[in-house]
T-cell receptor, first 111, second 115 residues
């Protein structure tokens, strides 16, 4: 069973559109990270959120950690072809450094 | 500061063979994690080492094993290779000290193809 479920699994949009990716769980996490992975490369860390309700902005990307620390979202404004990639969320629980990765969202931004 | 490094970059093996993959963590990091990523899929947790000890392993058969050396570098060994072992094997390191706020940093991966 996957501890973190991401939706949608696949997303194909036109350049300039907005999108939101969701990362949901029934479990509580102490922190949550978002990564982007390009083909043939390792995931690259985008952001870490720690506090319930926290919102972080990284240029056109907005990350939110749910109040109950069970879910998170990633919103991209005015998507660009360079945003194309696999987006992964990962959570850490209080019980230690065990990282749980989400199922991934594959984003394609069409020029 | 150098990031996580992995070797080799690519590897081609045949069924039944054995393979060893290597990972060097970021300097100062004591935790090393191994993941398997089949084509287009999410990351499947394999192994976690910290301070030279295996802390946890994922749902993989015993032919997947590894170790961590005193300098915190790590090896992943896969015996009796099967076709479905073809995947990108990713190594990540973390400081292992921040507990709930720790972050993993990934290497570029080793692409293993089993023929």
């Amino acid at each position: 069973t996957q501890l973190l479920e991401q939706s949608p699994q696949f997303l194909s949009i036109q350049e300039g559109e907005n999108l939101t990716v969701y990362c949901n769980s029934s479990s509580v996490f102490s922190s949550l990270q978002w990564y982007r992975q390009e083909p043939g490369e390792g995931p690259v860390l985008l952001v870490t959120v720690v506090t319930g309700g926290e919102v972080k902005k990284l240029k056109r990307l907005t990350f939110q950690f749910g109040d109950a620390r069970k879910d998170s979202s990633l919103h991209i404004t005015a998507a660009q072809p360079g945003d194309t990639g696999l987006y992964l969320c990962a959570g850490v629980q209080n019980t230690g450094n065990q990282f749980y990765f989400g199922t991934g969202t594959s984003l394609t931004v069409i020029p | 500061e150098a990031g996580v490094t992995q070797s080799p970059t690519h590897l081609i093996k045949t069924r039944g063979q054995q393979v060893t993959l290597r990972c060097s963590p970021i300097s100062g990091h004591t935790s090393v994690y191994w993941y398997q990523q089949a084509l287009g899929l999410g990351l499947q947790f394999l192994l976690w080492y910290d301070e030279g000890e295996e802390r946890n392993r994922g749902n993989f058969p015993p032919r997947f094993s590894g170790r961590q050396f005193p300098n915190y570098s790590s090896e992943l060994n896969v015996n009796a290779l099967e076709l479905e072992d073809s995947a990108l094997y990713l190594c990540a390191s973390s400081s292992g000290t921040s507990g709930t706020t720790d972050t993993q940093y990934f290497g570029p991966g080793t692409r293993l193809t089993v023929l």
